[in-house]
């Protein structure tokens, strides 16, 4: 992939200059040069610590094509011809037996219908007040179904009151859907409602769908109204002109989908922002334009910065399984520059977290693609530090400056002078079981029991000699030490502040 940029970027280029644009080319940057790379890990690790990063269930623009969350941004709206559905919900009583009576709601996705947990009303709208507190039956859903945290949700849903429901519009009855629809996730919050997911990431229909299961959500809209039609629960259609979300890369129509991502809290971000145009210290002109900012942020939603592509920012979290923290790490937490350098190296994956000098020495010393009069040292100190780094300069010092500063994993075989050279930011005895293929790149307290019983004449040399201050009775000898041990040392602890290799992340896309 990394072959394929300079060949895209030549292209880009070319076309640029064609067009007459002039440009300084001594200053073209790509997007996942080391500096931005670095700025993105930065910025991130800063807004976290100030709380205004955040993963959770959320609603999110959900292109089905490409598989993967999307911004606002990247929504691009565009007019269709459409129909809105009347369906009518049986009212039940305590028994759930149906009443006779109904209520009738309008939607332009029925698919989504099977993923109800409520019915909103206005408070105060009169048509209305009898029905609050009572249950409909959800027509055509699953008696049961499962919330996207596997809790069993009935088919009998409740009818709630809430303002945001407009008696005017409508039939002022409004099915909530908190998992498909941004409105309804915010009504199911204050309501304490479950979220149903009824399709999955291609938007196919999943079992909550029941005997829809299996079929793309336009296939199941089709089959839906027809069933509601022969059931007589369609009221009645119509055919309606409306704005339509599609994914700015794909072109498919954005479907709003219940997802754990990750979020900038940009309502507190707002804050400030709003205040400065209403206390008058940043005045708009024309004036009408500022209504339009003011609604624009008055209403803005949580920006979600997640992406589910396979290349791009790492996001730099790190999990730990002991206790579920978060550890956010940039390079802020090394001394000097050269250690920073090598985090960087590791953080934009030219290197992974055990490696060897060869490694470093012959990325450090090789040309860079995007400035190919420098090598990439050298574009680390123009681009993205400022300023020579002598530990780096030549083979001798860097060579130093590993082995003092990077744990050395030791090996079984020193005659491997690849294994032997290992060196990396993993610093526990039990690593040393990984790299020479004794366990697994995941594992358990009894996979390095087994492995050191079978193996204890052969590794005793390195607890007692390499890996001092480590005694081999106290930890591998004893499972309950043992597990402890790795849950503070191979898991990440959160306490020590350390990276270690068995922790999860994601991907960010830098917008």
Known sequence: MWQWVPVARDTIKKQIETIGASCDWSRQRFTLDEGFARAVREAFSKLFREGLIYKAPYIVNWDPKDRTAISDLEVEYEEEKGNLWYIKYPVVDESGKETGEYIIVATTRPETML???????????????????????????????????????????????????????????????????????????????????VMDESAVMNENAGRFKGLDRYEARKEIVKELENSGLLEKVEEIIHNVGHSQRSGAVVEPYLSIQWFVNTKKLSENAIKVVEDGNIRFIPENWKKTYLNWMCEIRDWCISRQIWWGHRIPVWECRNCGNYNVFSDEIFQSDAQKVIFNMYGDTRIGQIFSYKEVKDYLYDKNFNQPDKTNLQFYETFVFGREIFQLKDEESLKSFLDENFTKVPVLNPENTEDKDKIGFVPHAVFYLYINGLIGKTFNEEDVFSAYQKNKEKIKHIYSTVLKGIKKEEILEDRKKLKKWLYDHAYGNCKNGRIFLYRDAGQIQHN
Not at 161 to 189: C, L, M, R, S
């Open 115 to 197: 993923g109800d947990t409520a019915v909103a009303v206005h408070p105060d709208d009169e048509r209305y007040k009898k029905f609050i507190g009572k249950k409909l039956k959800l027509p055509l859903a699953p008696e049961v179904r499962k919330a996207w945290d596997g809790k069993e949700v009935s088919n009998l849903i409740p009818v709630i009151a809430d303002e945001y429901v407009d008696p005017e519009y409508g039939t002022g009855a409004v099915k909530i859907t908190p998992a498909h629809d941004p409105n309804d996730f915010e009504v199911g919050q204050r309501h304490n409602l479950p979220m149903v997911i």
